[in-house]
């Protein structure tokens, strides 16, 4: 397989998920000398032509020569001044460390693994499963629609969203089919999307398209608390810290790294108050939104006042079907990604990167999961997995 010497595919530190920036920053304050480990997970088990493995090493060498620009880091002082002006200097002076990445191909099989303190290795997850995918369509001689076609189909998907009345952001970096489509995308919804475009996950785009960058934090982020605090305690601490660090600024929270029902468990009066709302992530979006109606009624909470961000797998009938139902009950705004990114006429790559272990201080090395809504999307060690369930009284399937 020949390798294109175009080996330049992540050209700005900020082409990543906003939340990847948050929980870092969150990190360095928190938790400085936590350590974490990372797996690729390969859900759709495609098949890697032969010289995957050195174009992916080729790409993320490249990495190791971003930095942050004094533009980039003047619009993150104006745009998020919840970030504390250190972090920001901390930013400019960090640099990508491809040594932290490790990736091994064998036949059409690959691996890609990565370790290192939490607030480096945090920033790898989103460019490497960019990379993956972009080289894939490329190295597989795979041919995408043209640009006028995916701008065609963005535009009607966001003009059919307006007629809905309902805010969407964009969350697809991650599973993007190029940052070519990915660009295109975005110029397309703020053009046309006036009113119900509010923002984009990726900081680099929200920054070249002047919109707005959407995010709060991921599974991780609890899948760490676990490690250090133990699973029964691993919600409330994570929205302890979470709280500490941004003091009611980005108020959405995840509810489904240990299912949702455990998370309502311990998301009482003070969180459901605090917090602006909660996001989808996984399991059916309709049962998900009478359980967190009845959460907030049962906290005496008025639902409307709150807003249920759905984000699991989302098109536009999907999106149909959850706004008919949710309308007058309970705040909704929609994060879609693949449907916005990866919907170029090809087959989009079923992968996501987790986190495997964390080692907070004082250690030592655990091994985390995540225990999704869906079983299916359940990660982590099979002996791990069982653990969780015993100790949270969630059903095996």
Not at 68 to 84: G, R, S
Not at 101 to 125: C, H, K, M, P
Not at 365 to 375: A, G, Q
Request: glycine share 8%.
């Amino acid at each position: 397989m020949e390798i294109s010497n175009s080996n330049k595919i992540i050209s700005s530190i900020l082409d990543n998920d906003f939340y990847k920036f948050t929980m870092q920053h969150a990190v360095i304050k928190k938790f400085p000398y936590a350590k974490t480990s990372y797996i690729f997970i390969n859900r759709g088990q495609h098949k890697y032509p032969e010289g995957f493995a050195t174009a992916l090493r080729e790409a993320i060498d490249e990495m190791a020569k971003l930095k942050l620009t004094k533009a980039e880091k003047e619009f993150l002082k104006n745009t998020c001044p919840y970030l504390d002006p250190t972090y920001l200097d901390f930013l400019q002076g960090y640099h990508y460390d491809p040594s932290e990445v490790n990736i091994y191909q064998e036949g059409e099989d690959l691996e890609v693994t990565f370790s290192g303190y939490w607030y480096r290795a945090i920033l790898w997850e989103v460019p490497i499963m960019s990379i993956i995918c972009e080289l894939y369509y490329k190295l597989t001689g795979a041919v995408r629609e043209d640009d006028e076609t995916i701008k065609q189909k963005t535009r009607s998907k966001i003009e059919n969203y307006k007629k809905l009345g309902i805010t969407i952001a964009e969350f697809g970096t991650r599973r993007r089919h190029s940052y070519e489509v990915h660009s295109l995308v975005v110029e397309t919804l703020q053009k046309y999307g006036q009113g119900c475009f509010i923002g984009t996950s990726n900081v680099h785009f929200a920054m070249k398209y002047g919109t707005k960058p959407i995010g709060t934090h991921a599974h991780e982020w609890f899948m760490f608390h676990a490690a250090k605090y133990g699973f029964k305690m691993a919600n409330s601490m994570g929205l302890e810290h979470w709280v500490d660090v941004y003091r009611g600024d980005l108020g959405i929270a995840l509810t489904d790294t240990y299912t949702s029902k455990v998370f309502f468990e311990q998301f009482d009066k003070k969180f459901a108050k605090l917090f602006d709302g909660v996001r989808h992530d996984s399991g059916d979006p309709i049962n998900f939104a009478n359980e967190t109606i009845a959460h907030y009624k049962e906290m005496n909470i008025d639902p409307v006042s709150k807003t249920i961000i759905f984000s699991d797998g989302l098109n536009p009938e999907k999106v149909d079907r959850i706004v008919a139902y949710c309308k007058g009950k309970i705040g909704m705004s929609f994060g879609i990604g693949t449907d916005f990114t990866n919907d170029a006429g090809l087959p989009p790559l079923n992968i996501v990167i987790k986190m495997s272990q964390a080692f907070p201080e004082g250690g030592p090395w655990t091994d985390v999961v995540k225990l999704s809504d869906e079983p299916k999307k359940h990660t982590g060690t099979p002996e791990m997995i069982d653990l969780a369930q015993r100790l949270l009284d969630i059903p095996t399937e």
